[in-house]
């Protein structure tokens, strides 16, 4: 985002003029368009309100925008001779479309990280930048020399990251698959995208986990599908539970987290997984098994994969190296039977032509890389010891205020705060007193709950953070 | 796809045998899942029938595999102990979803292309391999250490790269442009998407020119979007046409492709340019003007781009370096109004959480290079020499049977053919020659027209191909 040069010997307000006046005359804001309140455009570039005062009267003067008591200010619609110029009006093209804008809640966390002002980040549920095998990544395309066709590529994925993948599942998790029954994805968010817009149709019962991440992914209303919950005992979710939900509402798909299940950090039962699947097989009901966290267990392996226990091709299994190497590498698979996996492949292929080389290049050689290994042992120690540092500044900082039990494996604390909050004044208040995080209606989960995420900071600033939420925390109250 | 092993002592069948048997173990051939017949699947795997029928025969032994007169051969249902199994029917789930298989032409192609029968390609409309810059982007990969970091990156694109294409923009196209008002994409293809996504509602009217690329984008179909063709003379479409169009179905929208135009090669001109422009800003219809190819230019450059006489937010501007650099990197962009980039960038990052560094970063690295400018005009030379070695073979090997208009820049030529052809009788019987094109039906064109890429295959295979089709189209001529 443009801030002014403060540098500059031209004053603020005549900087801030001429760069609206700029996205005026490119049609980047189309007459009839709204700019941002005085206030707000203050905030957002870091200067006084009088500022972008000055700035708009001139702009006003110029007879560039025009200010309407009521309606805000906004770009004054042109009269340049020959024919009447009608804008299209964009506010009502970006209402339509099917499909959703993000949750209220996660556009107001983004457009609070996007507004410069320094905040806390325990929303981001992703890995700290040096946490990420950047100097195995960097070597990768220093030492290897790239020689791979430009072409487009095979619609299921780089096949050299293919067989790199049947290796890599079959050691980390057991499950048996070939280069054929496997789609390289941009990560889990395509694969579940892929899957709702091809094997699902709309009205379609699906059950998830509740609370569960489902809840936040506003493509399964896009689609038109019908979320229903499945309560979660210590060991995950119960057949009988599926059973209840499928006689009620002719269940199509189940969508799972077996492994440090997001948000809740549960880990699904041996016996339990066996069972489950069980019941899918029995009632011929698909189980979407999302497992990005399973490399990332801090004490013990989780048990096996629902996938590695599934002969009939009931499961389909989603994992990235999102969680566990970097998520701005953009990689991640499904493994599942030939006819879904060609389905999908074509789908993928008429959405965007598939996946860029360079990423799944640097994916299989990363795989392969001896450096691997080690990698993930690190990180698993690193997440421990962030893990710990939050526990530890909670009972610090807020002690009888907040309750949560030790995750054995993923990147989030589940906490239930003892006491009457709302979650979005919670959410705002935190944003105040410098910090954000998940409030967990995010998750479909009941008022009183947040997570936190320990992976994206640096390990200094947890503490600093758990103060400032303990300061949103007794303001909320207060209130 | 796998392939038996022939240096092997193991027998083929056997091999075959054991292939299938591991795939049905692992649940990637579930119970009930139709086998390929014996005739396809020694075709695709290079073997005698008689192979894949002994391989067969002790599966059905084996009592893993059935066959029923009638219904093909089909993997056993399983009969394991305690609660009687149910497949997810896969064949009905993959007929689900609102998006769309691919046009039967288009899938017929690719798995030509795919069976491993060595065929010509003047279908795909992209560079040939030595085309790339690869030289420039393997220098860029071993010389410029990466440093950035890997998180999920900025929803609207790696900020360095906006920066570089609004100079490329502003220089190459004379667009301008701020880095705000530029969203990067995975290329035309995903702009597209996500345009047909979040701008548009089931059953609204769209107006792209006939023939069009358009037509071959089931992306259309599955977002419900009602699509109309607009008449096309040699300067491209007629703003009467537009208003005929808008006043019967009021148009929500117009898709160009003023340059090149895929499949036509037509060019629109200067002043009609103006003329459309005009027309659509006077009844508030959004243009999407799509120009993947005008840096191809062989002769004259085009005239400007629409984007670039819009003052007032009317044109969504998509670009490329699929048709410039390489396919298989997968960068592209679209110029369009703050409202319009935001609403984008925010459905986007629900799809797949944003593009991945890797080739982001490269496309930055290489617009700036200094070798840049050198490969496009290496790359025009290179296709004009193709092109013409084209339309030579043409004219020796088909005289009086296909005509068509030497194109200016793009990638293919437009042929009609000189007599009765039915589209895909004319490429079955050019498969079986040997070489493979996009019947015009493809993009909504009267019978009687191929598209031939002139790119993708190296030099020295053009004559050899059109050969191929001279004999295709005699034959079917014949029949």
Redesign the interface.
């Known amino acids: ?2 801030k002014p040069d403060r540098t500059s010997n031209r004053p603020l307000y005549q900087q801030i003029a001429s760069y609206i006046e ?2 005026i ?7 009839g ?1 709204s700019l941002p309140s005085e206030r707000k455009l203050a905030q957002q570039l870091g200067v006084n309100r009088s500022t972008v005062m000055q700035a708009y009267e001139n702009l006003r003067a110029a007879g560039m925008i025009e200010s309407l008591t009521g309606s805000g200010t906004r770009v004054c619609r ?1 009269e340049s001779g ?10 009502r ?2 209402e ?4 959703l ?2 949750l209220p809640l996660l ?1 107001r966390i ?1 457009e609070a990280l996007q507004s410069g002002v320094p905040l806390v980040n325990f929303a ?1 549920g ?2 700290a ?1 040096e946490l ?1 095998p ?1 100097d195995a ?2 070597d990768i ?2 030492e290897h ?9 095979d ?1 299921q994925g780089f096949v050299p990251l293919r067989v790199a993948l049947t290796s890599f599942l079959l050691e980390q998790r057991h499950i ?6 496997i789609l390289v ?3 889990s ?2 694969s579940l ?1 892929l899957i709702t ?6 009205g ?1 019962a699906v059950a998830i986990e509740q609370p569960s991440y489902g809840y936040s ?3 399964f209303q ?2 038109g599908i019908r979320l229903f919950g499945l309560p979660v005992d210590e060991d995950g979710v119960h057949p009988d539970g599926i059973r209840a939900l499928h006689k009620q509402h002719r269940i199509r798909m189940v969508f799972l987290n077996p492994n440090y299940q997001n948000p809740t950090g549960t880990v699904m039962g041996a016996e339990r997984r066996i069972e489950v699947l ?1 019941c899918c ?6 189980i979407v098994e999302d497992d990005p966290f399973s490399l990332t267990a801090m004490e013990d392996a989780p048990p096996p994969s629902l996938k590695s226990l ?6 389909l299994y989603i994992g990235s190296l ?1 969680k566990v ?7 991640g698979w499904m493994v599942a ?4 996996i ?2 999908l492949a ?2 993928r ?11 799944q290049w ?1 994916a299989s050689r990363l795989l392969e890389s001896s450096s691997f290994a080690p990698h993930l042992a690190r990180l698993r120690a690193a997440l421990r010891t962030r893990r710990d540092s939050m526990a530890a500044a909670l009972h610090r900082k807020l002690p009888g205020e907040i309750s949560f039990e030790l995750p054995r494996g993923g990147l989030n604390l589940w906490c239930r705060i003892n006491g009457d909050v709302n979650d979005s004044s919670l959410l705002e208040s935190g944003i105040k007193n410098g910090v954000v995080f998940m409030p967990g209606s995010v998750f479909g989960a009941e008022a009183g709950f947040i997570r936190l995420s320990y992976a994206r900071l640096p390990l200094e600033e947890i503490e600093m953070g758990i103060d400032k939420l303990a300061q949103a925390l007794c303001r909320t109250s207060a209130t």
Chains 1, 2 share one sequence.
């Open positions: 985002m443009w700029q996205r005359s490119f049609g980047e804001m189309p007459p368009s042109g020959v024919a009447p110029k009608q804008t299209p009006n964009w506010n093209y970006v339509s479309g099917t499909f804008p993000n556009r983004r981001g992703e890995l930048p990420a950047s990544i960097a395309m220093r020399p790239f020689r791979e066709t430009l072409s487009y590529g619609p048996q698959a070939t280069d054929e029954s994805t941009s990560g968010q395509q995208y817009q091809c094997l699902l149709n709309p379609d992914l506003q493509m896009s689609a069980a097989e029995e009632l011929g009901i698909p599934d002969r009939n091709g009931t499961v999102s190497a970097a998520s701005g590498l953009r990689i039977p030939h006819t879904v060609r389905r074509d789908a292929q008429q959405m965007d032509f598939g996946l860029s080389i360079f990423p640097i």
